[in-house]
């Protein structure tokens, strides 16, 4: 054996040679407050253990204590990278319970909110999982690139990230006049964009070492551990919930699924870059078939007046009252719904008891069941590899730890 | 322009030691990247091409607590994550600032709830307190320039434990 | 889902169907061997959620486990839920994604899962007591 075998070698009985390493909470590359208990052999790592819950705010339990509409404003924290896509899997859970339906118009524009949220965190995965790795242009390129979607969302719900801007029942309020030609110049720009991305990342040598081979899990592993979203359709599952259980109108846009099947961290990679591409063709679609019309569904109980009508006759006024500091009931019964968000299957299970507020809230998180894989994915790799990982598998701890 | 041009030749220019130090103390804040929620990444835009922190000095955020003197707590605060704030303050050297950056850091947020810190200043003292859920980064910006004004007025002597007197 | 009832008999108590959801209410001692049939022979090979629900101090029995299983190839959910006490068998064997689901509820709630590999807290500190979503437990926690 040689000197270096002899280091690499564990004695399982006595445990020499491993060191147990404490990574985080506090640390550049952990995306957040995550820490992980670290076993490892020279650079080799045996076990890694993810230790959460440095962010639990008990959210759920505040749920129970809001009314229905209360509770959105709660919603946007979960996932703080996509906030609108959590408001809309609450909304559409809430409609399911009510069965409420939204006008067309209001689904085409949930639809457009949806993927330019989808878009942003991309570009943020893009610019981190980069930032981790070691190239730190493509850091500042997508932040600058993230600005103008900010603006576009500052534009029609009023706050950079937190808007609280899709309601049950439709939205707050539609779109002013100068957001859709926004939206529209974006889209036109973004293949070029992506180009610098691309040429500066996919074909570049050092990338492709730190990033090819690493943290491979098999497409059967994957299903079983409970992985959705990028991370599943790095490892060859085309499942996506957009195509499998559709929701505002998903089944008349045409989009493909990106899927690899390296199951490594470069294949999880391209499948994000690829839904950019994807993401960008659904809203010209949408774009394109805008219809006009009301935005909201016409129940005045569920639904608040416009504020011009609110400060004008004292019927809207009481009505919106009843609304905010009531709340309205909700026929009791359970209900559970999930879409696509950024990072997978985003579900929220609602159980009502026929009362104004939720009796529970359990909310279904992509990071916190993506997280779970980390050991399998980390084992018998080196200690910098498990950086390129909790980049790929795009963990977000306010999801993780609700 | 203005007084360097009034002076005359190989002139020396007189100033307090206070005044020098207080000067390259809020120049070149360094602060340490301890962003816990939302709110580090409004703070992570801030340091981004649109709004640029460096332009106030604070050009790398230092990974490691040891080498950096102002702590920014961008987030919610966990009674489990307390230990550890408290313990990443006493790592950092005196000189040392805290902003409370967002609702939450200051006291609590919307979470009045049974893991969750009410204010990030019943553990470490705070300089700057910002308000905002998340905060703009305008607002992060013009905290640091109410830091660095108030750093300007700080007496040598007396400020915490860095001072001449000990 | 009716011949469930054929293949197990004695462990359904109840299937509802309710906005286009299908629930199984199922007796907490067949769970393993009704879990591993829906897995190996009806396809539902996703474990998309596993959450507790706290039925109230005076409901007997108190708590309810409720897993939403999914199958990839059909593109449907179906909800099981199982009635304790105290404690339900684990399923992490059949999913590995139930592993810090179980965890979660056991940290809440105060269910505990018999054979779980590693049946501790994950959200609260260690040295936690109480459990905090539970419907006596005070929201802004004991002070």
């Known amino acids: 054996m040689t000197e270096l075998d002899k280091m690499l ?113 991309h570009l943020i995965w893009l610019g981190t999982q980069a930032n981790d790795i070691g190239a730190i242009t493509p850091l500042l390129y997508t932040f600058r690139e993230r600005e103008e979607l900010l603006d576009m969302f500052e534009m029609a719900g009023g706050s950079r990230m937190h808007t609280s801007y899709i309601r049950i029942g439709g939205l707050e309020k539609d779109v002013p006049p100068e957001f859709m030609p926004k939206v529209k110049s974006f889209c036109d720009t973004l293949p070029t964009l992506m180009k610098d991305y691309e040429g500066l990342l996919t074909k570049n040598r050092i990338w492709q070492m730190r990033t090819r081979g690493v943290g491979v899990i098999s497409a059967e592993d994957a299903i079983n551990i409970g992985l959705c979203g990028p991370t599943l359709r790095g490892s060859g599952v085309a499942h996506d919930l957009r195509k499998s259980n559709p929701y505002c109108g998903y089944e008349n846009y045409d989009f493909d699924v990106p899927v690899e099947t390296a199951g490594d961290v470069y294949a999880r990679y391209l499948v994000r870059l690829e839904e950019i591409r994807q993401s960008r063709y659904i809203l010209q679609q949408a774009m394109d078939k805008l219809p006009g019309g009301p935005i909201n569904a016409p129940i005045s109980q569920v639904v608040p007046p416009e504020k011009e009508r609110v400060v004008g006759d004292i019927e809207s006024l009481i009505n919106q009252f ?56 980390v084992k018998g790799r080196l200690m910098a590899d498990i950086v390129a990982v909790i980049g790929s598998i795009d963990i977000v701890l306010g999801d993780v730890d609700k | 322009m203005g007084i360097e041009e009034k002076l005359p030749d190989n002139s020396v220019i007189t100033t307090t030691i206070e005044k020098l130090v207080n000067w390259g103390r809020k120049n070149s804040l360094w602060p340490t990247g ?35 003197d102002l702590m920014i707590v961008a987030g919610t605060v966990t009674n489990k994550m307390a230990p550890v704030v408290k313990r990443l303050y006493d790592q950092m050297p005196n000189p040392k600032w805290v902003i409370a950056m967002g609702a939450c850091a200051i006291s609590g947020g919307i979470f009045n709830t049974y893991s969750v810190l009410q204010g990030v200043d019943k553990i470490i003292p705070v300089d700057v307190y910002v308000p905002g859920c998340p905060v703009r980064p305008e607002a992060l910006l013009d905290a640091i320039v109410k830091l660095q004004k108030k750093i300007e007025t700080e007496n040598l002597r007396t400020k915490q434990d860095g001072g001449i007197e000990k | 889902m009716e011949e469930l009832r054929n293949k197990f008999p004695g462990a359904v108590e109840a299937i509802d169907t309710q906005f286009g959801e299908t629930t199984v209410t199922l007796k907490k001692e067949s769970l393993s061997r009704v879990c591993e049939y829906l897995k190996q022979e009806k396809g539902f090979d996703y474990l998309s959620d596993l959450t507790g629900l706290d039925l109230g101090k005076e409901a007997k029995p108190r708590f309810a486990v409720v897993y939403h299983l999914y199958s990839i190839k059909d593109c449907r959910w179906l909800r ?12 992490s064997f059949v999913w590995k994604a139930a592993d810090w689901f179980e965890r979660e509820v056991y940290d809440l709630l105060g269910v505990s899962f018999n054979h779980h590999p590693n049946m501790t807290r994950i959200y609260m500190p260690d040295d936690f007591n109480g459990y905090p979503l539970r419907k006596d437990y005070p929201l802004a926690g004991e002070r």
């Open chain 2, 34 to 68: 301890f962003g816990l929620a939302c709110c580090a990444i409004e703070m992570i835009s801030t340091a981004a091409a649109r709004f640029d922190i460096s332009r106030f000095g604070m050009e790398i955020f230092r990974s490691s607590p040891r080498q950096a």
């Open chain 1, 322 to 377: 009843h609304i905010m500091v009531e709340g309205f009931k909700v026929p009791a019964g359970e209900v559970y719904f999930a879409l696509e968000s950024p990072r997978g299957e985003l579900g929220y299970y609602i159980r009502s008891d026929g009362s104004e507020k939720p009796y529970r809230i359990k909310v279904r998180t992509p990071s916190f069941a993506n997280l779970q894989a980390l050991p399998a994915l």
């Open chain 1, 9 to 121: 070698t564990i004695d399982n009985d006595s445990g020499e040679g491993v060191m147990t390493l404490n990574m985080g909470p506090q640390h550049p590359s952990t995306h957040g407050v995550l820490r992980i208990i670290l076993k490892l052999a020279g650079e080799v790592v045996i076990d890694a253990v993810p230790v959460i819950g440095y962010l639990h705010r008990g959210i759920e339990k505040l749920m129970e204590n809001r009314t229905y509409h209360q509770a959105i404003t709660l919603t946007d924290r979960f996932d703080y990278l996509s906030p609108l896509s959590n408001n809309l899997a609450y909304c559409l859970a809430v409609e399911k319970l009510l069965s409420l339906e939204v006008p067309p118009r209001g689904q085409v524009l949930r639809v457009i909110l949806a993927e330019l949220t989808r878009i942003q965190s």
């Open chain 3, 80 to 91: 099981l839920k199982v009635l304790t006490d105290d404690a339900v068998d684990t399923v």
